[in-house]
């Protein structure tokens, strides 16, 4: 058989898989596929997979460690209702949605996803209670731990699967872009604070600075933001990324060697009017790499 046969064999069966099967005979089809390989394999090989693969390896900081970072954490977000999230989410949660490659995601056999970006999936708990309740102010916060699937930048600290703290707003815009600057100011200091409360707890963030980025015609709401928190320095710059919808902020903070981390990263997100199809909606995300708090910022020593 010719490499153009096999070429033709492969993209028939991919139109078949992608195309000719309903969901129901595909995911019946996939679990069937896994349950006989599944068959085929030996304790040595789960054995072998459970130390080479960087995917079921377990974390490098200590569960106590992260279970009483979260509880700083969440008591640091107060005024924002706490979720506990299911491991997984709906196919394409990411990518139907965000500027995301599916790719990035480990995708299931039952038509779902291992969730990847919690802020995605918070994005669609606040379109549900939306729907149900127009007039209201959405504010939510969890601690999860996630899984993405692209190469890890080989840095300490970073691997394939690490917990993130989140925070998440969500309500119709009001007049002069008001609830989305307010409630990017709101997730700052929340995470200004959260910084504070870890410091009284074995942490320190040094150097701590402020990034504002922001498209042309949203650069007065940067400035708007950068003027109400004054206790740190922030710097203005434009904002490139079509990921962030017109506004993004980063807090930086310096590890003992001298280099600046970006620990905290938000904006503004265009998710809600695509789930909702209004155009009135605003919703605001941040995200602290908190598993990557514990590695690089913590100062005494971890409980066994």
Known sequence: ?????????????????????????????????????????????????????????????????LSELDSHLLAAAAEFEALELSPLAPL???????????????????????????????????????REAPGAVIKL??????????????????????????????????????????????????HISALDRLEQHGY??????LRLLSTPERS?????????IPEIPATLAPLEHKY?????????AGTPDGNAIPLIDGGAFDWLRKLTDNNRMVYVASGMGSQLAAMLFRRVAQIA
């Not at 056999?109 to 379109?127: K, Q």
Request: hydrophobic share 40%; aromatic share 6%; glycine share 2%.
């Open 92 to 130: 394409a949660s990411t990518s139907a949605v965000a500027l995301t490659s599916q790719n990035r995601v480990v995708s299931t056999a039952r038509g779902t996803e291992v969730v990847s970006d919690p802020t995605n999936v918070l994005a669609l708990e606040c379109a549900k209670r939306l």
């Open 141 to 190: 916060t969890t601690s999860h731990r996630c899984v993405r699937a692209q190469a890890i930048p080989k840095r300490p600290g970073f691997a394939a699967h690490f917990r993130m703290f989140c925070l998440a707003s969500a309500a119709h815009e009001r007049e002069d872009h008001g609830f989305v600057t307010e409630a990017l100011i709101e997730h700052i200091r929340t």
């Open 204 to 209: 320190r963030f040094p150097e701590r600075t």
């Open 1 to 65: 058989m010719s490499r153009t046969d096999h070429v033709s064999i492969d993209e028939t069966l991919r139109q078949t898989l992608t195309q000719g099967l309903t969901a129901t005979e595909l995911w019946s089809l996939l679990l069937s596929v896994l349950e006989q390989r599944a068959a085929q394999r030996t304790p040595a090989m789960v054995r072998q997979q459970w130390q080479n693969d960087r995917f079921v390896q377990p974390c490098a900081v200590n569960q106590r460690t």
């Open 244 to 252: 962030y919808d017109g506004l993004r902020f980063m807090l930086d």
């Open 220 to 228: 007065h709401l940067a400035r708007r933001i950068a003027a109400a």
